[in-house]
T-cell receptor, first 113, second 115 residues
Framework: AQTVTQSQPEMSVQEAETVTLSCTYD???????LFWYKQPPSRQMILVIR??????QNATENRFSVNFQKAAKSFSLKISDSQLGDTAMYFC??????????FGKGTKLTVNP | DAGVIQSPRHEVTEMGQEVTLRCKPI?????LFWYRQTMMRGLELLIY????????DSGMPEDRFSAKMPNASFSTLKIQPSEPRDSAVYFC?????????????FGPGTRLTVL
């Protein structure tokens, strides 16, 4: 069974600084998708960024970028120029070929003014 | 587009009562997913449908839980009888086949409290 591990339960960062959230996963599949979702206090799940495993180029979305290391099964999220609105739970997720989205336990990120 | 709609947003009930959670997926989406979020277990997939047909219900915790999708625009998750350990946030999500990136769009969730 696929598993997703987020080793940092909580992190904090100063406004305007950069922070990196870690994620590792375990799978025997070769083709899959990886996601980072943000869950603010409103509890709405918001997609931050996605990565297709067959693409070597790391995905970027404005201030958000990933470091995808397929051989190491690592998928970290970098947030640049952190903003107060980035304060939220961040979930790493793996989508397998059976359509199941497997989530990590989450990292609670606090951006301090 | 209105996004995925879930109702109610909050539900408080007593142990033993029947609870029905409702979901309206995004129009045109042919996949629908039900998730449960708890502090202990995180986010878990309960069941998902494709073209209104249940494909995988292996995540449904026990027979007290049932889900239906009578048409492409409506799904229900029923718990009967409810127990305090069912207290959680229940999310519905949907997506469209071959949509770029296989993104699932989540509803706002229903916070269920069973007393």
């Amino acid at each position: 069974a696929q598993t997703v591990t987020q080793s940092q339960p909580e992190m904090s960062v100063q406004e305007a600084e950069t922070v990196t959230l870690s994620c590792t996963y375990d799978t025997s599949e070769n083709n899959y998708y990886l996601f980072w979702y943000k869950q603010p206090p409103s509890r709405q799940m918001i997609l931050v960024i996605r990565q297709e495993a067959y693409k070597q180029q790391n995905a970027t979305e404005n201030r958000f970028s990933v470091n995808f290391q397929k051989a190491a099964k690592s998928f970290s999220l970098k947030i640049s120029d952190s903003q107060l609105g980035d304060t939220a739970m961040y979930f790493c997720a793996f989508l397998n070929l059976l359509e199941k989205l497997v989530f990590g336990k989450g990292t609670k990120l606090t951006v301090n003014p | 587009d209105a996004g995925v709609i879930q109702s109610p947003r909050h539900e408080v009930t007593e142990m033993g009562q029947e609870v029905t959670l409702r979901c309206k997926p995004i129009s045109g989406h042919d996949y629908l997913f039900w998730y449960r979020q708890t502090m202990m277990r995180g986010l878990e997939l309960l069941i998902y449908f494709n073209n209104n047909v249940p494909i995988d219900d292996s995540g449904m915790p026990e027979d007290r839980f049932s889900a239906k999708m009578p048409n492409a625009s409506f799904s229900t998750l029923k718990i009967q009888p409810s127990e305090p350990r069912d207290s959680a946030v229940y999310f519905c999500a949907s997506r469209r086949t071959w949509q770029g990136g296989n993104e699932q769009f989540f509803g706002p969730g229903t916070r269920l409290t069973v007393l």
